[in-house]
C-alpha cells in the first residue's frame, strides 16, 4: 500500500523550470518503481519518465528527453520531476505513479496515483 502526494506545480514562462516532488508513504518505497505522467487539456494522459526503485534505471518520452531529468530519494521517500526548457506543450496536470513491476510506460500497469499537481507554461 502506497499513497502518492504530487507538489510543486505553478505557473512559469516559457524557458523556464518548475521541480516537481512526489512524496510516497509506507517503509518499502524503495521496491516500488515510480513514473511520472502527464495530460495536456483536451488530450490523452501521456508518459514523461520513470525510475526503478534503487534509481539505477531511468527512462523518458520522447517529448521530454534532454529537458526533464527523474530523481529519487529513497530516505524521504520522495521522487523528483526536475524540469527544465518548459514549452507551452508541457503544460498538463502531472500525475506520479508506483509499482512494484510495472511496465514503465504504460500507465495502466501502475496501481498507486497521486491527485496531480498543475504546471502551466506561459508562451
Known amino acids: 500500500q502506497v499513497r502518492l502526494v504530487e507538489s510543486g506545480g505553478g505557473l512559469v514562462q516559457a524557458g523556464g523550470s518548475l521541480r516537481l516532488s512526489c512524496a510516497a508513504s509506507?517503509?518499502?518505497?524503495?521496491?516500488?518503481?515510480v513514473g511520472w505522467f502527464r495530460q495536456p487539456p483536451g488530450k490523452e494522459r501521456e508518459f514523461v519518465a520513470a525510475?526503478?526503485?534503487?534509481?539505477?534505471?531511468?527512462y523518458y518520452g520522447d517529448s521530454v528527453k534532454g529537458r526533464f531529468t527523474i530523481s529519487r530519494d529513497n530516505a524521504k521517500n520522495t521522487v523528483y520531476l526536475q524540469m527544465n526548457n518548459l514549452k507551452p506543450e508541457d503544460t498538463a496536470v502531472y500525475y506520479c505513479?508506483?509499482?512494484?513491476?510495472?511496465?514503465?510506460?504504460?500507465?495502466?500497469?501502475?496501481?498507486?496515483w497521486g491527485q496531480g499537481t498543475q504546471a502551466t507554461v506561459l508562451s
Open positions: 505513479a508506483a509499482d512494484l513491476n510495472p511496465v514503465y510506460d504504460t500507465d495502466s500497469y501502475y496501481a498507486y
Open positions: 509506507g517503509r518499502t518505497f524503495s521496491n516500488y518503481a
Open positions: 525510475i526503478d526503485g534503487n534509481g539505477g534505471s531511468t
